[in-house]
């Protein structure tokens, strides 16, 4: 399972050099002093097998399987020599087992050549700066943060690292930054080593101070709705919740791999950073505020964004048919939003005898009495529809009703006139109508204009009988 974010956006005016720099850290490593392990590794191997030490430790080793690891006796009968090369030079719980027993015997020479090739297996960076539970030291607590164990493990790691590093970055500052980053990754080592006391096995990579810093970008933006990216298996999608709400999601995930997941991979670490870094960032934001405003998030795009974009990315791909079909959808799916609208009537502009054209100009007019449509596009878009087509058919009585009153909204006296009589053709009464009329014979009663003043409340009275007819 992974979920990460997809919405937060740097500043890059101010970029996050200290996050920039642990990145650089961590590939240098990687290329220029773990490149050399090959070297370190292959020098130790040859002093083994050219020591006295593949005889004198083959009947050891069978002690200590007897002794130790009686469950390997199977699988050591199976690989033969192989399983005791391997584990003789590589298991470091062989060697300190060995050591003991040649310190005890007084096996001075033998005691020698094992230290000598422990030495030269020790410059190998894993053991060298890695975490070793059973042996922890202040060179493995920070060094393990900047090895990795493959490049698909490093580039995993600083991925996520540039994912939420970014963003905390610029809301913590810098030295907080690094500084709770390195603190996170000690609190991560100090959970491994609670749970794994006692394994020989070393722990590398930036795992755990990585998980911190996602603890930190959670403290930070609190409940804040923000959109993420999933994936469950061969599922994928995205969804938006507060920030808070995906902590108990890695916890778990985190907690699931321990119980079920790959052996080799430090899950407690994980743990500890994240809880680390979502603690440590809440008392430092107690403390101080943030030395910079969190990065501008955009709100998730609501569906009628997303239908826009649907119908672009077909007029894009020249499917000008397929683009007119998402917008009819959209309109009757979403009939407030006037950008899909105005972009129906675009496209069924072409022919305006088409019924796609009359529905969207219809769609619009049934939105006179929405304010966020003004009047002076509503009047343009009307008379543009006049203009294009011999039949009007989206000038219903219900539609001219609408035009009818935003026009003595907007005063636009001539126009609420033609209105008027167009109801007037189409047979309508309707109580809003006197109140209209008189509106318009007041208009030019104030003009001075007598007969259209009379005429206009003839109209009103011709209307008001078609209810009685």
């Not at 934001?285 to 955009?298: I, N």
Request: include cysteine; glycine fraction near 8%.
């Amino acid at each position: 399972m992974l979920i990460i974010p997809i919405q937060n956006k740097p500043d890059w005016r101010r970029p996050p050099l200290m996050c920039f720099v642990l990145i650089a850290i961590n590939v240098l490593m990687f290329i220029f002093y773990q490149g050399g392990d090959e070297a370190r590794w292959q020098a130790a191997e040859d002093y083994y097998f050219e020591s006295d030490l593949p005889d004198f430790e083959e009947q050891r080793f069978l002690m200590y399987v007897n002794e130790v690891h009686p469950e390997w006796r199977a699988q050591m009968d199976v690989e033969g020599e192989e399983f005791f090369y391997r584990e003789s030079l590589g298991n470091p719980e062989f060697h300190h087992w060995l050591l003991s027993k040649l310190d005890a015997e007084g096996e001075t020479e033998w005691l020698r050549q094992r230290r000598e090739f422990a030495q030269l297996r020790d410059r190998v960076s894993s053991i060298a700066l890695g975490l070793t539970p059973a042996a922890p030291s202040i060179t493995g607590a920070f060094g393990h943060m900047f090895l990795h164990g493959s490049w698909d493990h490093l580039i995993g790691n600083m991925v996520f690292l540039l994912l939420f590093g970014l963003s905390v970055e610029l809301a913590l500052g810098g030295l907080w930054f690094t500084g709770l980053y390195l603190v996170g990754g000690l609190a991560a080592a100090g959970l491994h080593i609670l749970v794994e006391s006692g394994s020989q096995v070393p722990m590398v990579g930036a795992s755990g101070a990585v998980s911190a810093i996602m603890g930190m970008f959670v403290a930070i933006y609190g409940v804040r709705r923000l959109r993420f990216f999933y994936t469950i298996g061969f599922m994928f999608g995205e969804f938006t919740a507060p920030a808070l709400l995906v902590l108990p999601l890695w916890l778990g995930k985190e907690i699931f791999g321990y119980l079920y997941g790959d052996t080799s991979i430090a899950y407690w670490a994980h743990t500890g950073g994240l809880l680390a870094g979502f603690a440590l960032t809440l008392l430092a934001l107690y403390w101080r505020p943030a030395v910079q405003p969190m990065p501008h998030t955009e709100e998730a795009p609501s569906p009628q964004k997303m239908a826009m974009t649907r119908v672009d990315r077909f007029v894009e791909e020249g499917k000008i048919l397929e683009a007119t079909e998402a917008a009819a959808s959209a309109v009757r799916q979403y009939p407030q939003a006037l950008a899909l609208i105005e972009r129906y009537i675009e496209l069924t502009a072409a022919a305006p005898e088409s019924e796609g054209y009359h529905r969207a100009n219809l769609a619009l007019f049934a939105q006179a009495a929405n304010p966020a449509l003004s009047g002076y596009t509503l009047t343009i878009a009307y008379r543009r529809y006049l203009a294009a087509t011999e039949k009007p058919r989206a000038l219903t009585a219900k539609a001219n009703l609408l035009m009818a009153r935003r026009a003595a909204e907007e005063k636009d006296w001539p126009w609420l006139e033609e209105l008027l009589r167009r109801l007037r053709q189409q047979r309508v009464n309707h109580p809003l109508i006197p109140k209209l009329s008189m509106a318009l014979v007041n208009y030019y009663r104030r003009l001075g204009e007598e007969g259209r003043a009379r005429e206009m409340k003839e109209l009103a009275e011709e209307m008001a009988a078609f209810g009685q007819a």
